[in-house]
């Protein structure tokens, strides 16, 4: 069972532009099955919020 929250993933706002994933350094974000993002191991999330700045929707934040 995953314990969140660092990573937060609105999928209402994202589009699976793959921007977030391209750019996250440890590579812990992906497209699930229906083309939005997610987040495999936040725990290794560097919280410099490097998606949050990129993402062109506003769809993910880190807390
Ligand atoms: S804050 Fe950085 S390490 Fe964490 S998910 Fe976003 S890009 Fe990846
Ligand atoms: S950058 Fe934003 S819209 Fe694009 S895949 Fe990541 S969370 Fe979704």
Known sequence: MKVDKIVNINKDLCTGCGVCIKICPPK???????????????????RLRGCERKCPTGAITIS
């Open 28 to 46: 812990i974000l992906y497209l699930d099955e229906g083309g939005a993002c997610e987040v495999k191991d936040e725990s290794l999330c560097d």
